[in-house]
């Protein structure tokens, strides 16, 4: 694979990003409105780093399959004859035709709709008429392009770089905060997409602190407020922590309760009374709840443009009861976007003033500084990793009406 071109930074362009954060200045405004800045991170992330584009229980049996994009590549991922996840190039080897164009299915083989070349479920080319007496060509060469793809708690993960590190050190010691939990078994109940006048950038930076949700999200600051929490030391490409309920609350969500639904499988005491929040790098956003899970994922469209998609996952035997009603959840949950996204294009709109000079990072927004700090070092290109330490002393000392387990 070709490597990207320059990035559009130098090392001094960031370096005030890579100080400590109680020194450290906001990255330039430019990296959120360069459309040269967006079409560098689509080179050099987006068709590179490994990306979640679904889910497992998607493709549950064999010849079901899922379309996906990633920076600008249409990709088919389908489950083959012998149970095995594939990823592939939606496009076919004869004269390059799209061959599936339904975003979902199930086939019992890929058939391009031009002239009928004829792929398996594991992507080899098994018939293409009026070539058989074709010289120096055979159909074991002219199989679908693959894509290397990985699941973790049933996320799907693809990566357009054949030779980049695997899933497994992407994610590095995430794995291992989750692991007790039962992701892969949930259910998705319900799915919103949203436009967002604002760069992916902002988006994540936004879901990474919680200084604004006395302001802006009311009614989220009054079941977990914003400054009763911790944050993970991280390694690897991912950062996040947890807030806890306040008293009397059980889960997010419109009255903050349950209503009888089941912990996630797994949900230990040491999970109790938390809500996890984790953007794993670059564009998921994972979040833990004591009874569902819910996913951002941020696909940027333009600089300063995104679309935002939303995912709420549940346990089966918590969908399969009769008084079953994730509206609660999903109201709350679509509703705290809705300020978000708000927030997030005042930012976009903002920081194109030429007035705008990037700000400090106040002490509640270290997890913005660690999300800043990803990008920072990718930007500067010069190998080096900034340490990143999440702030201890900045946290309220636990209310007596939050639960901490
Ligand atoms: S382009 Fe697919 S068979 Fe011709
Ligand atoms: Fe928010």
């Known amino acids: 694979m070709t490597r990207p071109a320059r990035s559009p930074f130098r090392p001094a362009d960031v370096a005030a990003t890579r100080r400590p954060v109680d020194e450290a200045r906001q990255l330039p405004a430019r990296a959120f409105l360069d459309p040269a800045v967006f079409a560098w991170e689509q080179e050099a992330w987006f068709a590179r780093d490994w990306l979640c584009v679904g889910r497992a229980s998607d493709l549950a049996e064999p010849g079901r399959y899922i379309l996906a994009e990633v920076a600008g590549e249409r990709l088919i991922l389908v489950r083959d004859r012998a149970g095995a996840l594939g990823a592939f190039h939606n496009v076919c080897r004869h004269r390059g035709a799209t061959l599936l164009e339904a975003a979902t299915g199930r086939l019992p083989r890929i058939q391009c709709p ?57 994610l590095a010691d995430l794995p291992a905060h989750l692991a007790h939990l039962d992701l892969a078994g949930l259910r998705r109940v319900r799915s919103l997409d949203y436009d967002v006048a604002a760069d992916w950038k902002a988006v994540a930076q936004n879901y990474s602190e919680c200084l604004h949700c006395p302001g802006v999200h009311p009614q989220l600051n009054r079941i977990t407020p914003y400054d009763v929490g911790a944050n993970f030391v991280s390694h690897g490409s991912w950062a996040g922590g947890y807030m806890c309920l306040a008293g009397g609350f059980e889960t997010l969500a ?152």
């Open 114 to 170: 031009y002239h009928a070349w004829t792929y398996g479920l594991d992507g080899r080319l098994s018939r293409a008429p009026h070539t058989e007496r074709l010289r120096d060509f055979d159909l074991a060469d002219a199989g679908l392009v693959p894509v290397r793809c990985a699941t973790w708690q049933g996320f799907i993960f693809v990566s357009l770089d054949p030779a980049g590190p695997p899933l497994t050190e992407a």
């Open 254 to 405: 419109v009255d903050g309760l349950r209503h009888g639904r089941p912990p996630l499988r797994g949900w230990s005491a040491a999970d109790a009374g938390r809500a996890y929040y984790l953007v794993v790098w670059p564009n998921l956003f994972l979040s833990v709840l004591p009874d569902y899970a819910m996913i951002h994922q941020v696909w940027p469209r333009a600089a300063g443009q995104s679309l935002v998609h939303c995912e709420w996952l549940f346990p089966p035997e918590a969908v399969a009861r009769a008084d079953f009603d994730p509206a609660g959840v999903i109201d709350f949950w679509d509703l705290t976007n809705r300020q978000d996204w708000h927030v997030c294009e005042l930012v976009q709109e903002g920081m194109s003033s030429r007035a705008y000079v990037p700000g400090r990072y106040t002490l509640m927004e270290d997890m913005v500084h660690a999300f800043d700090l990803m990008l920072a070092d990718r930007y500067a290109a010069d190998g080096v990793t900034t340490r990143f330490a999440p702030r201890r002393d900045r946290w309220a000392p636990a209310r007596s009406r939050a639960r901490r387990g």
